[in-house]
């Protein structure tokens, strides 16, 4: 039997709600060891006998989760990281939790160069190691990471994973929101608290080490993890920030207001069923999963309007809306979602009043985005169509698309439309 050993990179919600949570409740692992370089938050819980606490935000109120012999170290102390890089050595499965895959190379104890090291002297007889970042290519990266950084590359011991994380969670700070909900901070004299959905179906690339189970034994496998991301970026994601920004048009400070608002959640399920889910049934119907089906993508939808607009969760639509320039990059969600839908033959009408909210948005908080001197306007009227294309060519960095003229004209149809919700 594999004796299992699990390490993590960073000590965010996820790391904490999910990975660390789902490793201790499995009692598979004899050792569960977190890096984090926030040395107050290593003391607070070192202090608590390595126990921590996560909200969980279920339908009908918060649960709070304890997680017991739980072992912070900061790799920036020479101490920790001699500890570290033993017990990764060691380690049957591994998680990196981390605000980008750009912080795979970060500093001089990159999450790299220790795994390289580590693996370089590996003592455990396989490794799988979970990239929990959101990018579709987040494993591949890592691993190119990792592999400059050893003198032999890993072998076919070792795995890196894919992961498609729809668990929405966030770190806490307010004291009058973790006062309001009654959450419990992640160690005593901390003001922090993390809070994590119910939900748990995660999905991840399927493990192909030959006679290793996984000690994490929760998880969904797919051969094939491509379409199950997009359904993440151009249903999951897609929505939540189209549901943020007409808030944030609207007025509404939490998700969860939107739930009374009819005309902005048919405009979300609209957008979500005949845009992005007619799109990506198509595309991938031949797959024969049921989440590639009519029915299949309509409870998926249902199930997901409803998980966000959870009151428990407590989402706010500045937090969904934030880092608004990437999100209205032509690949990701937005634009990504109506690009997707016009490949198909569908115009994604609904998608483009959420582009246009979103822009309205953008050119709001002008030095907040960087953004041109000539795009500080001061009313959403002198947004004709021409000065549209201009902002979307400067958002992609000079791109234009086979679909440039289409998303302009949609965007520029859809400002009336949005004026008429917001007086509504």
């Not at 592999?147 to 894919?162: D, E, I, R, S």
């Not at 668990?167 to 419990?184: C, F, H, N, Y």
Request: hydrophobic share 40%.
């Amino acid at each position: 039997m594999t004796e299992h050993v699990f390490t993590g990179f960073g000590f965010g919600p996820i790391q904490g709600g999910l990975f660390g949570n789902e490793a201790f409740q499995s009692g598979n692992f004899r050792r569960i060891v977190i890096t984090e370089i926030d040395q107050r938050l290593v003391d607070a819980v070192r202090a608590n006998n390595g126990t921590y606490f996560v909200n969980v935000a279920k339908t009908d109120g918060i649960e709070v989760v304890k997680i017991d012999n739980i072992e912070l170290l900061n790799p920036n102390i020479e101490a920790d990281r001699n500890i570290l890089l033993e017990v990764l050595s060691r380690s049957t499965e591994i998680a990196t939790c981390l605000p980008s895959v750009s912080f795979y190379t970060m500093g001089d104890n990159s999450v790299a160069l220790l795994l390289a090291r580590a693996l370089q002297k590996s003592k455990a007889a396989a490794t799988i190691i979970y990239a929990a970042e959101n990018n579709n290519r987040a494993a591949e990266i890592l691993q190119d990471a990792v592999a400059k950084k050893m003198t032999v590359a890993p072998g076919n011991n070792v795995q890196f994973l894919n992961t498609v994380i729809g668990k929405m969670s966030r770190a806490v700070t307010d004291p009058g929101e973790i006062e309001q909900l009654k959450l419990a901070p992640i160690a005593p004299g901390m003001n922090r608290a993390f809070l994590v959905e119910q939900f748990n179906r995660i999905l991840v690339t399927q493990c192909t080490i030959k006679d290793f189970t996984p000690g994490i034994e929760v998880f969904v496998e797919k051969e094939d993890l491509l379409p199950f991301e997009e359904a993440k970026l151009y249903g999951h994601n897609a929505i939540h920030a189209l549901l943020a920004y007409l808030g944030l048009a609207k007025g509404y400070k939490k998700i969860t207001e939107l739930k009374d608002d009819g005309d902005l959640m048919k405009i979300a399920l609209r957008a979500f069923l005949n845009e992005s889910g007619a799109a990506l049934v198509r595309k991938y119907s031949g797959l024969g999963d049921e989440l590639f089906t009519e029915l299949g993508y309509k409870y998926y939808a249902e199930d997901l309007l409803e998980r966000m607009t959870n009151p428990y969760l407590g989402d706010t639509t500045i937090r969904a809306g934030r880092d608004i320039v990437r999100k209205l990059d032509c690949n990701d969600r937005i634009f990504g979602t109506m690009t997707l839908a016009l490949d198909y033959g569908i115009e994604p009408v609904n998608t483009a009043i959420g582009a246009a909210a979103a822009l309205c948005q953008l050119l709001s908080n002008p030095e907040e985005n960087n953004l041109p001197e000539h795009f500080c306007f001061t009313n959403r009227q002198q947004l004709s169509a021409e000065k549209i294309q201009e902002i979307l060519i400067w958002l992609w960095g000079g791109y234009r698309g086979k679909h440039d003229q289409k998303l302009t004209e949609l965007v520029h149809q859809a400002l009336p439309k949005l004026k008429t919700l917001l007086i509504k």
